[in-house]
């Protein structure tokens, strides 16, 4: 494992992802499945989604990751997170996941226990506020919406990521990146108006797990997924703004960007950091 990422490194990681399309098996929410398929078929990836008990353990025996997202919390779905996990675990293939909303109920904050139970996570991404609420840091949070930025929840990252021995995610105006071996990057691409627009959080978890897929160092797989994201959302949002249009045409715009994006434009973009704590 080296100490630095470049670029380059970044880059090559996209280029896989388009290259070996990755089968990454999603228990989502019911908010975001669509986006979430569009922008795993976007960035060159192969979704499917499937939660019936009877199949979800065959389903991860023929994916090459796995994403469970707990926005929309249901027992019987919680149930199929779990045994994904365990079956992703038994398997070695890399799982994602996504606590949405933790710390606003009591239940989402024991579902999330439950699925950590059942096998740690290669990856854990959420917002400021998840993230600490996660890790039992005592944190408000406002729904699916952050009361809490990244820069607070870094602490609270470190601590999770020990916890899991894998890689945490904080998501923000900055996104951060920390694992259990004391490496961190930072990400400072993306646009305002990306807020604006239901389930892109959700999606850069299943861009994770796309990357984690064919890059096996999950910290630099999920730094090249938010990188990837967050240069598509600038430069979707800066498309539509000057078309005169809104967050809708930008969520179109946003999948061309997946899509399309170039090395060139890409290396140019990115605002990178990365280093050993």
């Known amino acids: 494992m080296t100490d630095l990422l470049t670029p380059s490194d970044l880059w090559a990681d996209i280029a896989a992802v388009r290259e070996r ?16 398929a569009n922008v795993l078929l976007a960035a060159g990836a192969s979704p499917v989604m499937a939660h019936a008990h009877e199949e979800v353990a065959d389903m991860v025996g023929i994916a090459q990751s796995l994403v469970v997202n707990i926005g929309t919390l249901d027992p019987y779905w919680v149930e199929s997170m779990e045994i994904a996990l365990r079956a992703a675990a038994k398997r070695g293939i890399p799982s994602v996941l996504d606590p949405v909303g933790a710390g606003a109920t009591p239940y989402r ?14 990856v ?16 408000r949070t406002r729904g699916v919406d952050s009361s809490a930025g990244a820069n607070d929840a870094l602490d609270a990252a470190r601590a999770l990521a020990e ?18 071996h004391g490496r961190w990057s930072q990400l400072s691409n993306g646009h ?5 627009i239901t389930g892109i959080g959700c999606s850069a978890t299943s861009l994770v797990g796309a ?8 910290w630099r797989a999920t730094t090249s997924a938010m ?8 430069l979707s949002a800066e498309r539509a ?19 399309l994006l170039d090395e060139r434009e890409f290396l140019r973009r990115v605002r990178l950091e990365a280093q050993r704590c």
């Open 211 to 218: 990357f984690c897929a064919v890059q096996p160092d999950a």
């Open 124 to 139: 854990i991404r959420g917002n400021g506020s998840e993230i600490m609420s996660t890790a039992g840091a005592a944190i």
């Open 163 to 180: 916890r899991t021995r894998g890689t945490i995610c904080v998501s923000g105006v900055t996104d951060h990146v920390v694992d259990a």
């Open 192 to 196: 305002a108006w990306m807020t604006k």
């Open 241 to 259: 703004a000057a078309a005169g249009q809104g967050v809708g045409s930008m969520q179109a715009l946003l999948l061309d960007a997946l899509q």
């Open 227 to 234: 990188a990837l994201l967050g240069v598509a959302g600038e």
């Open 109 to 122: 904050n024991q579902c999330i226990e439950r699925l950590l139970d059942a096998a740690a996570p290669t």
């Open 21 to 36: 399309a990755p089968l990454v098996h999603s228990i989502t929410n019911l908010v975001v499945i669509n986006l979430n």
